[in-house]
Each structure stands twice: as C-alpha cells, then as structure tokens.
C-alpha cells in the first residue's frame, strides 16, 4: 500500500500484453485475457526472467511447488501458454534452449507501480505499450 492507503499493482508489460502478477490479471491491448492458473504462473516466472534460460526443475519448482510433476505437465503448460500469446508452437517469444530449459524472449519493461482500485490500472500503461510493441517489432524485422 502507498501512503494514501492504495493498494499497489506491479505491472509486467510485453508485446501488446500487460501483466500484472498480484492481481492474477493479464490483457492484451486492455482487454481480459483468459489464460489458467498454472500457465499465468509460468508467464510470471518466465517473464519477470525474460531472457534468462530458466531450467525445467526451476519452473517445475515455481509452477508446482512442494509437488511431484513430470515434463509432460510443464510441456502442456508451455503449449497453453503458446497459445495465449500467439503463434501456437511457433511462438517466437518462448524458446525451447534443448537441454537447458525455456527462455522468455519478449522485451519485458521493468515492473511499474500503479496505485489505485479496480480496473483502471491498465490505462496507466498507455505510455508503456508503445516502445515495448516499437521492441517487439524490431526483434521480428
């Protein structure tokens, strides 16, 4: 909370997308997105690590913790994630690094502190969108 009794969200924003991890909330060009629990989880761990190569038992460990999974649930969880993001299995922004894990590749802008109630938090993002999709569009040229 702020001094003025506000509740504070951290935003995450990528692409056309803006995330917001405390609230559970993510929008692509501000409108709701629907994505499940296990694959926001991972879309937070792997964007608040862009372009770091995060190994499988580390995401295994963030996504499931205190729990016993298989690759096959982190692989379909990858593919849910595809997906949300556009692109299916060819989504640039999620690479598999073969035996290392999966890097986030998106140009993520650095969390941003909004105060305030409700759903007005994405409209405090108008000034964020615009160099991160002006990123992103250079990174596909």
């Known amino acids: 909370m702020n001094m003025n009794g506000l509740a504070g969200y951290e935003i995450l924003a990528f692409l056309d ?46 996504v499931w ?23 299916g299995g060819d989504c640039p922004y999620l690479v598999n690094v073969a035996g290392q894990g999966y890097c986030f590749t998106a140009p993520v802008r650095r969390p941003v502190t909004v105060h305030g109630a409700g759903d007005d938090w994405f409209e405090a993002l108008q000034d964020l969108r615009a160099p991160a999709q002006a990123e992103a569009a250079a990174l596909s040229a």
């Open 65 to 87: 913790p205190n729990t016993v999974v298989e690759d096959v649930n982190l692989r379909a969880q990858v593919v849910n994630l595809r997906k949300v993001l556009g692109g």
């Open 17 to 62: 997308f803006e995330l917001v991890p405390a609230a559970r909330r993510l929008r692509r060009d501000g409108k709701p997105v629907a994505i499940g629990g296990r694959a926001f989880d991972l879309l937070v761990l792997l964007a608040t690590h862009a372009g770091e190569v995060l190994s499988k038992r580390a995401l295994m460990q963030g």
